[in-house]
């Protein structure tokens, strides 16, 4: 049985990369591969109750919980910036973590990785001599990486340098040195999780093939009757913020969707991602429903319009259905994904902020470097009921996300990645 160990990146609190491992995984899966992954904390457990292998790791250490609410809006760059959030803060934690997943593929031995923006991936296969793939937006490709592409990198915006914490662990296995943290996420095979009108890439790049979407089939379940009773004649208003969001996800966001939507035509769900319950909001009016969770695709497929904070899974299901959003991101990476919906005439962003930002220094082994901050969301009702009313009414939405979905139905997803990955071997 040929066995591919998953290394996606899982300190932070999205799900997204987990998610495309665990898509790509049931499709190896199903022909007859090994699929153990290596991840800690919360996901951990979400990846072994889907009936995988779980290998945690003791190193670079486990996520921490947040004390407090974050900033409404967070800008940083690039990769450089995750390596820091991930606390790969010295050579030495550089080197016990890779020895650790060292003794984990000795233990396993694998046929091939398989990482999506692990820092690490790429380093423990050239160490065990294995081959490697990485699941990889564009925004990262170590060929063209640009987080930020619809403007210039802001003011005052200092990059965190990755030299002095890996070079000097590279130099001590005769690997070549890196700039940045995206020289990382090199590998024998790169996966493109999306289409080239979302996720742009030059021409002729070697090892890089676009695979559409990397997103799981859930098993078929009645659908509830909240949402079978709905009123198909009339539009219907998704808004999700994800289980990785912060201040987006707060009462005070809820009770603004409620109050934009109870003056608007429109019935609404409303899901509050597992954040807190939904029976501790004040009651919604009439048109709006509030659930701690919903299955998400059959929703979108039936929706509208959906208001989402730009993370991958919603934003991909948004496209295979063709159903057009208002994405209220909470910091760069969901903005970039909202921005190329935005640009494709599927979408529009609805910043949760106009405040200056603030800037945040901080310090590591690579020097000092800054973040963008801001603190506070001055989002009110009529803003939100403003982009929700403009994309219900101008029809360019529905036509350009349908667009996007006719696009999608090219690409083969997971099946057509798990053909790249065979034939690599």
Not at 237 to 244: A, E, K, L, N
């Amino acid at each position: 049985m040929p066995t591919a160990l998953f290394f996606p990146s899982y300190l932070g609190s999205g799900f997204g990369h987990v998610s495309r491992c665990l898509a790509l995984a049931g499709k190896l899966k199903a022909r007859g591969w090994h699929t153990p992954f290596a991840l800690a904390g919360v996901h951990a457990q979400k990846v072994y109750q889907a009936g995988y292998p779980v290998y945690e790791p003791k190193r670079p250490f486990r996520p921490k919980a947040e004390s407090r609410p974050g900033p409404a809006y967070t800008v940083f760059s690039d990769m450089n910036f995750q390596l820091v959030r991930d606390r790969f803060h010295s050579p030495r934690i550089v080197r016990t973590s890779v020895r650790e997943s060292l003794r984990l593929v000795n233990r396993l031995k694998p046929h091939l990785l398989i990482g999506d923006t692990w820092p690490l991936t790429s380093i423990v296969g050239r160490l065990a001599g294995l081959p490697v793939v990485q699941i990889i937006k564009s925004v990262v490709h170590p060929a063209a990486p640009r987080l930020i592409w619809w403007q210039d990198v802001p003011e005052g915006l200092i990059s965190p340098d990755p030299g002095p914490v890996f070079n000097p662990a590279l130099r001590r296995w005769k690997l070549p040195p890196i700039t940045r943290a995206e020289d990382l996420l090199t590998g024998d095979l790169l996966l493109v999780p999306s289409i080239p009108e979302l996720d742009p890439l030059p021409e002729g790049l070697s090892n890089t093939y676009y695979v559409g979407a990397l997103t799981r089939t859930l098993q078929a379940q009645p659908l509830p009757t909240w949402l079978t009773g709905l009123d198909p004649a009339q539009p219907l208003i998704y808004v999700t913020i994800g289980g990785g969001a912060g201040p987006v996800g707060s009462a005070k966001f809820f009770q603004i969707a409620a109050e934009a939507l109870a003056q608007m035509d429109v019935q609404a769900i409303v899901s509050t991602s597992g954040k807190f319950p939904a029976s501790s909001l004040p009651s919604p009016p009439p048109n709006v429903i509030f659930k701690d969770w919903v299955p998400g695709p059959a929703v979108i497929a039936r929706a509208s319009a959906v208001v989402f904070h730009g993370g991958y899974g919603t934003t991909m299901e948004t496209v295979r259905y063709g159903v057009p959003g208002i994405v209220h991101p909470f910091h760069s990476e969901q903005e970039a994904n909202g921005r190329r919906l935005e640009a494709s005439g599927a979408a529009r962003v609805l910043l949760p902020s106009r405040e200056a930002y603030r800037v945040a220094h901080r310090r590591w082994r690579g020097g000092d470097f800054t973040t963008l901050i801001q603190l506070h969301s001055d989002l009110e009702p009529p803003m939100l009921r403003e982009s929700i009313t403009a994309v219900l009414e101008d029809k360019s939405y529905q036509e350009n996300a349908r667009r996007l979905s006719h696009a999608l139905e090219g690409y083969g997803g997971a099946s057509q990645a798990v053909d790249l990955i065979e034939k690599l071997l």
